[in-house]
């Protein structure tokens, strides 16, 4: 076998599918999720865990230092092969311990959190149609003179109790409290409510529209430096927690722009991205996204601006109990908690520092309906309980496994190179989209 072989257990095939696929099945979700794991991508979980416990970066628990939807997301970033997933955990776990990003989240002082909620991708409120958390976010307000008076900002070091290492730019900084939220606060939340078709599966992604509509070629420049560096830290230690991107009113340059950004993402995440014609941005959006929660401006029901807090869903009526006069999600870092002598619901707590003061309040409860495996611990132990030998990730590794489930990195470079020309294709000139219709859907690899 050729040395440039990796182990893939999750990475789909070439294909197409059209705007009326199913979602469930076109996405390839939630296949290489917890609850949802083929016996090869089994063994791979129980390896790595395995590995971290051995070299002390995780603590089986009960409860362990890392639930098991975490550690999925990592081996689904590095196509399940064990030694790649270990390095990108440790590398996270050593820059996370080295900012204290626990300690940002929450002491991060809510002026300077809201300041990043109003630049950066926003959660409306709603959902997919697999329940999977929707953002909006909308370049155009990112110009030179915010960015810069952004970053100037940031690098104060009096916007939260967190020591920095001093390697990560400390403008962006501010930028991975809203990952946090994500990962901490909205995709929680979304695991709980059972009104999608895989309710035993918890969420660990994100669907975002990203909006490049009002966008010149001068300031996508000017933005370039800022936004790799985002992009390039988040991929590396938030991966996969972004599923489908769907990029809107992309100019006749975008082409050019496209050539920077899918260098500073991995494949699988550049293999995600769909770029859209003006009429296509209803029909593709309708087949990803109920049309009641796709905003207005998109062709959508939803009464919602870039910049607002996220509308409460119609959906939650008598699931969501507010509590201390919210009616809603407030802005600042959130946090889900276990309510004493309750342990069927959980509470929303909001943190963060309000006039140089900790705030602290429960915002509402919940009925928790999705738990950790009650077995967790126990597969834990016995996939620690294989040999070392079986364990340890070696150069030959991939050589060992299976011939039925490896695949080279030639193949899924095949499949960015085709997403790639697809995208490319659809940079075109506004011009001419209703003389020459293009069909970007049915074109992009997923």
């Known amino acids: 076998m050729a040395s440039n072989t990796r182990q893939s257990l999750d990475t789909p095939p070439v294909s197409r599918i059209k705007s009326s696929a199913s979602t469930a099945s076109a996405f390839n979700y939630p296949h290489g999720h917890l609850n949802s794991l083929s016996d090869q991508q089994e063994e791979a979980f129980h390896k790595f865990k395995a590995v971290l416990e051995e070299r002390g970066v995780w603590k089986p628990g009960p409860p362990p230092s890392h639930n098991d939807q975490t550690l999925l997301r990592y081996l689904r970033a590095r196509r399940w092969v064990v030694e790649d997933a270990f390095k990108q955990f440790k590398d996270t776990e050593d820059w996370r311990a080295a900012n204290e990003l626990d300690v940002l989240y929450e002491t991060i002082d809510l002026n300077a959190y809201e300041e990043s909620r109003r630049l950066y991708p926003q959660w409306t ?3 997919d149609r697999r329940g999977i958390p929707l953002y909006v976010f909308e370049i155009r307000t990112l110009d030179n003179k915010t960015v810069a008076n952004y970053e100037k900002n940031g690098a104060k070091s009096n916007f939260s109790k967190a020591k920095s290492d001093g390697k990560t730019l400390p403008g962006l900084m501010r930028l991975f409290a809203l990952y946090e939220n994500l990962t901490r606060f909205s995709q929680p939340f979304a695991t709980q409510l059972t009104d999608r078709e895989n309710p035993d599966i918890p969420i660990t992604l994100s669907t975002n529209i990203v909006d490049v509509s009002g966008v010149g070629l001068k300031q996508f420049w000017n933005l370039k430096a800022h936004m790799q560096a985002a992009s390039q830290l988040a991929t590396a230690h938030y991966p996969e927690t972004l599923d489908r991107i769907f990029i809107i009113g992309a100019p006749f340059f975008f082409s050019t ?30 087949s990803f996204i109920d049309k009641r929660n796709i905003p207005k401006k998109y062709g959508g029901d939803l009464d919602y601006s870039f910049g607002q807090l996220s509308i409460p869903d119609p959906s939650w009526e008598g699931i969501v109990a507010w509590e201390n006069g919210y009616t809603s999600f407030p802005s600042g870092p959130m946090v889900w908690e276990d309510v004493n002598e309750q342990p069927d619901r959980l509470q929303c707590i909001a943190l963060g520092y309000k006039d140089g003061a900790p705030r602290r309040e429960r915002v509402c409860t919940i009925p928790r309906t999705w738990s950790p495996p009650e077995n967790e611990a126990k597969a834990t132990a016995s996939g620690s309980a294989a040999a070392p030998a079986e364990v340890e990730a070696t150069p030959n590794e991939e050589q060992n496994s299976p011939e039925s489930f490896r695949t080279t990195d030639t193949q899924a470079d095949t499949q960015v190179d085709t997403n790639t020309d697809a995208m490319e294709n659809l940079a075109i000139d506004e011009k001419k989209v209703a003389t020459e219709p293009t069909t970007t859907v049915a074109q992009t690899v997923v």
């Open 125 to 127: 409120g709603r959902r």
């Open 257 to 286: 722009v496209w050539g920077w950004i899918k260098r500073w993402f991995d494949p699988i995440t550049v293999s995600k991205i769909f770029i859209l014609a003006p009429h296509e941005v209803l029909p593709t959006l309708e």
